[in-house]
């Protein structure tokens, strides 16, 4: 079953084409990893599956629903972690997931039960009462995920979320990455550490707008004939 079907999605600002022509599906509960450098057309592509942006041209179906006619029921059945910490720094980490669960119409009892949870799994109980602001990077980014998941979406879009915390961290963010897909959310992730591209199950590369490889990281591998996803990039990318 898939939860993306993207086909042939182009978009255009003016004579610029930002993503041109590009086609992949994403299974349920797949840890979909989507690469490129900046200005390859990565973000812009992004900013469409969430229903940010509409297409120049092609069609798309994200959790089901019609990138073109459906876009308020898209934003409704997916989760969004940006790279840049989101949540509000004035306010508790208990009243951040309380504030979201709100907006995305959750009644208060299974509120309350999805916030203890949440709060239970990641181990920050303690924290529940502090304000977002003097907490670690690290328990931030664990909330804002966990906060993106309140709605029980069935897509997570990741946009480099792991940017800026330390290795451990990042290994420790990745346990609930594996975590929740195996709950059956997929999950799509962009990131620019390549050693994070060879845990997503399928990986695909952009670069000038244009879907250049898709697959596990051992295929593009072997089809490239690199020993890792770093040279692998660096085919495509001028660093």
């Known amino acids: 079953m898939y939860t993306i079907v993207v086909e042939n999605l182009t978009k255009k600002f003016g004579t610029f084409t930002a993503v ?67 949540l509000y720094n004035d306010l508790s980490v208990y009243e951040n997931m309380q504030l979201f669960g709100t907006i995305y119409k959750i009644d208060k009892k299974t509120l309350k039960q999805r916030i203890e949870k949440g709060l239970n799994e990641l181990n920050m109980n303690d924290f529940a009462k502090q304000l977002v602001g003097s907490i670690p990077l690290g328990w931030k980014q664990r909330l804002a995920f966990a906060t993106a998941l309140l709605h029980r979406p069935q897509i997570v879009f990741l946009d480099e979320p792991t940017s800026g915390v330390d290795p451990i961290v990042r290994r420790e963010f990745w346990s609930l990455i594996y975590k929740t897909a195996a709950e059956g959310i997929t999950i799509f992730v962009t990131t620019h550490y390549m050693d994070e591209a060879e845990y997503c199950e399928r990986l695909s590369i952009m670069a000038e707008g244009e879907l250049k490889l898709i697959g596990s990281p051992t295929e593009l591998k072997e089809k490239m004939g690199v020993q890792t996803i770093d040279d692998l990039f660096g085919k495509f990318v001028n660093r």
């Open 20 to 86: 041109n022509n590009i086609s992949f599906s994403v299974e349920k509960g797949e840890i979909f990893g989507f690469l490129g450098a900046n200005g390859a057309g990565k973000t812009t592509a992004m900013k469409m599956l969430c229903g940010l942006l509409l297409p120049t041209s092609g069609k798309a179906k994200i959790a089901g629903f019609d990138l073109t006619t459906q876009s308020k029921l898209i934003k409704k059945n997916i989760g969004y972690m940006s790279q840049r910490f989101s």
